[in-house]
């Protein structure tokens, strides 16, 4: 009697840690979700070519150059903002906050944050309002520089506002939308930066890129 219900405990045992196995293979094993990339595609030899943001040359607020190298084969979440700004970019940038607090043990992700006012937000400026809100050096940059170049990357690199405009005096953006740009300079999402419900998506989906590109990578 005490041997069968020894053999009873075995099994049930043995059964319970083939399905404990199975479990944590199905884990290891289950597909990450695929995030989309937005922008025009053309086909090229067979091939799907998207959409890229593009290369751009600015300053950060150490007054050091920023360019596309900075950001190559990092994921970044990117946005529009200017420091004088009383009704969205103080909301948005406290959302940012929450993206750098996610994030900031890891280097694979950046946060770039332009400004739609150069001729007011000078590197000074950039950097007292980048201590304001505890900004990580090499990890949130400000960065400022021609009118034009920083609008014709928010309308044709990021696709964050389709009004149409030349950068000049009389041009102005203002959005509150956040851009998701992968390692190899595409757009995989947007996100209402002052929605933070959407900023919990995107902190989500930043997560889900960093995994994606790290299984890349090994």
Not at 27 to 39: C, E, F, N, S
Not at 72 to 92: A, E, H, L, N, R
Not at 180 to 193: A, P
Request: overall charge neutral; aromatic content about 12%; some cysteine.
């Amino acid at each position: 009697m005490k041997r069968n219900y020894a053999i009873s405990v075995l099994l049930a045992l043995l059964a319970l840690g083939i399905l404990f196995f199975a479990y944590r293979t199905s884990q290891k094993t289950a597909p990450v979700r695929q995030l989309p990339i937005y922008g025009e595609k053309d086909i090229v030899h067979g091939d799907t070519v998207y959409h890229k943001v593009g290369s751009f040359s600015f300053m950060d607020q150490y007054a050091r150059a920023f360019t596309e190298k900075q950001v190559q084969g990092k994921i970044y979440v990117t946005d529009y903002f200017f420091t004088t700004c009383q009704s969205i970019c103080p909301v948005m940038s406290k959302q940012m906050e929450r993206v750098q607090s996610a994030f900031a043990d890891e280097p694979g992700l950046l946060i770039v944050s332009h400004t739609v006012n150069p001729e007011f937000d000078s590197v000074p400026v950039l950097s007292d309002y980048a201590k304001a809100h505890g900004a990580i050096k090499d990890k949130w940059f400000f960065v400022t520089g021609d009118k034009k170049a920083l609008y014709d990357l928010a309308r044709k690199g990021y696709y964050l506002n389709t009004e149409v405009g030349d950068g000049g005096p009389n041009d102005f953006i203002h959005t509150q939308n956040f851009a998701l740009v992968d390692g190899e300079g595409q757009i995989r999402g947007y996100y209402d930066g002052t929605d933070s419900a959407e900023v919990k998506r995107l902190i989500l989906d930043a997560g889900i890129l960093i995994k994606t590109q790290k299984s890349v990578n090994q």
